[in-house]
Structure formats: structure tokens, C-alpha cells
């Protein structure tokens, strides 16, 4: 069945760097684009990202251009999201997703992974 899995967060200091991986199984990764979300505790999930299916273009919310990249590696079936510079208001649990291209919209995306904590602490 169709699955992505997070892994790479945790605790890191104002400034710092993690590397999230979302790896996809059950289903061919080429053919989708894949999002990256964040929702910090009372607030609204946040578009973070997302790269596409047909020619990698990537997008980024305005809040973390500059810091953060994305990409992917089909032969490994995983999508990178790479964020640099780290800082409090960073902290969230980021989800990837899965959908037919990039959008905003949430409810395009059929499958969800669960997510992955990052806590950027002093």
C-alpha cells in the first residue's frame, strides 16, 4: 500500500541545520509531486515546499526561501527537504505528502505521512 515515512527531525539549536527525508513505498515517486507541510502547536498547517513530478521544479512558503532546499532521489524513492539556518519559529511537526502536482491545497494531497518533530531550542 501507499506509505511515506518521515525521519530526520529533532532538537537543534537557533542557527543549525537537519535534513528531513520522506521516504515513499507503494507507488512510483516519479510520477507525483511531493509536498512537505508543518503545523507548530496552535497554529494552521503551513505549506513548507514541494518539488514536482515532471521537472523538479520546487516551490517554497516565504517563510523559509533562502533556507531551506528540497529535492528527490527516485532510485532511492525519497524526497529531501534540507533546512539551514534553523530557528525557533521553525519548530513544528512536518509532514510530507503525496499529490498529482504542486498546490497549496491541502485536500489535494491523498496520502500523508505522520510526521517528524523539529524543535529549534536554546
Known amino acids: 500500500q501507499v506509505q511515506l515515512v518521515e525521519s530526520g527531525g529533532g532538537l537543534v539549536q537557533p542557527g543549525g541545520s537537519l535534513r528531513l527525508s520522506c521516504a515513499a513505498s507503494?507507488?512510483?515517486?516519479?510520477?507525483?509531486?511531493i509536498g512537505w507541510f508543518r503545523r507548530a502547536p496552535g497554529k494552521e498547517r503551513e505549506g513548507v515546499s514541494c518539488?514536482?513530478?515532471?521537472?523538479?521544479?520546487?516551490y517554497f512558503g516565504d517563510s523559509v526561501k533562502g533556507r531551506f532546499t528540497i529535492s528527490r532521489d527516485n532510485s532511492k524513492n525519497t524526497v529531501y527537504l534540507q533546512m539551514n539556518s534553523l530557528k525557533p519559529e521553525d519548530t513544528a511537526l512536518y509532514y510530507c505528502?503525496?499529490?498529482?502536482?504542486?498546490?497549496?491545497?491541502?485536500?489535494?494531497?491523498?496520502?500523508w505521512g505522520q510526521g517528524t518533530q523539529v524543535t529549534v531550542s536554546s
Open positions: 518539488i514536482s513530478s515532471s521537472d523538479g521544479t520546487t
Open positions: 507503494g507507488f512510483t515517486l516519479g510520477d507525483y509531486a
Open positions: 505528502a503525496r499529490s498529482q502536482s504542486c498546490t497549496d491545497y491541502g485536500v489535494l494531497y491523498d496520502y
